[in-house]
């Protein structure tokens, strides 16, 4: 029996598309998780490049001395 | 005993001596044996003779008085159209190349060698395709055996930037919607062959066609020298020329697809991504690869190779290689090797055509899914979604993201949507490469 080309390259897509689908909706998945994990444990980790307006490194810098300047206060108060 | 050992020595000389001789007979005769049939005894010839033998070896005289029993590299015999009209043929469709490459900009990195390729593939009697020529030599290297397309891969790889993915990953569906394009053409391609009998595609070249749809370069050669390696010239070309086209093929589909309104369409800003989250991210995807489509290993595992080079910051020299010398000694290797199947005998075929029909229809078609898609989702998502990043699916990275934001701005001045379409045109690359795996999953 000659083989229906066009059946079989249409099982092909229904399998193709499932397995496309199937497997980014999976990355989807893996990529949220990890994005609610990574923001969980390792909320210091900061970015380097950025793609969107991330904190400028003075304003960080600057926070960070804020908040030494408190914990040194808070030092010399006990 | 003085006789004795005398009688000795005369033995031994004569022995040696007679063993000497016919050694060196027989060199002699083996090494004239051999030049007789490396090369023919020179018989002294006049002027006339001499002329006429050096005619018969122009160029000139192979393309305007074509012979029987002339073989192409590969030891075929050529048809005479091949040998004459044929070549006349290519080294127009050559420079046609080359003017759309130099003078037009169409993905010059890759066409220019690619048409260069094809000139010193055409050129009759050097042969430069056979085993021992260069083109032979350099497809046999890396096309034959797919090692060229994932070194591209991989440099490709230590280019991209996830960070627009990560920080929207839903988009990646609309990367797995365009890829509609492959399967779509896919049933387009078979169609073709069934109903028509234009042209006669087995499921493999069908299958090896339609990865044109997935709009990237390296998934197109890998795959085309996996399963149909009579055709990869014509597919690479046709894969190459539409990601040039890009700019001209989908603005009109974006635009018969939405409405002004929809076009119009702002995206919030995106989340800021960790670093860390970007080294993550290529490890999921191999080990996503070794569990459920091992196929697709040899793609994605050295795209994410290139990638993970590039997140990990601590060897900048071998990414920096990956993405620089690398992949351009490999894009000129590549080219020619390619350009080799620009020979007439393997160019000027009606699948050719067909090849180039199919792969506009599946460019289209995964343009047209991936809008569609984004439609879709915009219509169901909380966020809003512009629905033409659903366009930049087709891998063509990054120029699908650029035409997306064009068209985006001319609807409205000011709207960037560059960094959301980014997401979808990378998600597109991997899209294309587990459909790659799906096909060789199917026909391995």
Avoid: C
């Avoid at chain 2, 159209?81 to 044929?86: A, D, I, L, R, W």
């Avoid at chain 2, 043929?89 to 900009?105: E, N, P, R």
């Avoid at chain 2, 620089?324 to 160019?347: E, R």
């Amino acid at each position: 029996m000659e083989t229906d080309l066009v059946l079989e390259s249409l099982k092909f897509m229904a399998l193709g598309m499932g397995i496309v689908f199937l497997f980014l909706y999976t990355l989807v998945l893996l990529m949220q998780l990890q994005a609610f994990i990574v923001g969980k444990f390792f909320s210091n980790d900061k970015d380097s490049g950025g793609t969107t307006g991330s904190k400028s490194s003075n304003e960080i810098d600057e926070k960070r001395r804020i908040a030494a300047i408190i914990g040194a206060v808070m030092q010399h108060k006990k | 005993m003085k006789m004795k050992s005398f009688l000795l020595t005369a033995i031994f000389i004569f022995f040696a001596s007679s063993v000497t001789l016919s050694a060196s007979s027989e060199t002699q005769g083996g090494v004239a044996g051999e030049e007789a049939q490396q090369v023919k005894p020179y018989e002294p010839k006049s002027i006339t003779q001499l002329s006429a033998a050096f005619l018969e070896r122009t160029g000139i005289n192979a393309i305007l008085f074509p012979q029987e029993g002339v073989t192409n590299g590969h030891g075929e015999e050529m048809t005479l159209f091949e040998q004459s009209t044929g070549r006349v043929i290519m080294f127009v469709i050559i420079f046609l190349l080359f003017y759309l490459a130099i003078a037009k900009g169409f993905e010059p990195l890759l066409l220019l060698p690619i048409a260069f390729g094809g000139l010193l593939a055409n050129i009759p009697i050097a042969n430069m395709t056979s085993e021992h020529g260069m083109l032979g030599i350099i497809y046999n290297m890396g096309i034959a055996n797919e090692f060229f397309p994932l070194l591209i891969f991989m440099g490709v790889g230590a280019m991209t930037d996830f960070g627009p993915l990560l920080s929207n990953p839903k988009t990646a569906l609309l990367g797995g919607a365009a890829q509609f394009g492959i399967f779509g053409s896919l049933v387009g391609a078979a169609a073709l062959s069934q109903y028509t009998g234009y042209v006669d595609f087995t499921l493999q070249q069908a299958g090896a066609i339609s990865i044109i749809g997935g709009a990237d370069g390296p998934t197109s050669i890998f795959i085309a020298s996996r399963l149909a390696p009579e055709l990869l010239g014509a597919i690479a070309v046709a894969a190459y020329s539409y990601m040039a086209l890009v700019p001209v093929i989908q603005p009109p589909i974006m635009k018969m697809l939405t409405s002004e309104e929809e076009r119009r369409i702002v995206m919030p800003k995106t989340r800021e991504v960790k670093k860390l989250e970007k080294l993550i991210f290529p490890l999921i995807v191999v080990m996503m690869i070794a569990f459920v489509l091992p196929d697709a290993a040899p793609l994605m595992g050295s795209f994410a190779l290139g990638n993970f080079a590039k997140e990990s910051g601590v060897v900048d020299r071998l990414s920096n290689e990956m993405q620089n010398s690398l992949i351009n000694i490999v894009t000129i290797f590549l080219g020619l090797g390619v350009g080799s199947k620009l020979a007439s005998d393997s160019f000027l075929v009606a699948e050719t055509l067909g090849i180039m029909v199919i792969g506009l229809l599946a460019f289209s078609v995964g343009t047209a899914a991936g809008v569609i898609m984004g439609k879709i989702m915009n219509r169901f998502s909380k966020e809003p979604i512009n629905p033409i990043i659903g366009a930049a699916g087709v891998s063509a990275v990054p120029m699908a993201a650029r035409v997306v934001s064009k068209v985006g701005a001319e609807a409205r001045p000011g709207n960037v949507l560059l960094m959301h379409a980014m997401g979808p045109n990378v998600a597109g690359v991997i899209g294309s490469a587990v459909a790659a795996g799906v096909l060789l999953s199917i026909f391995n």
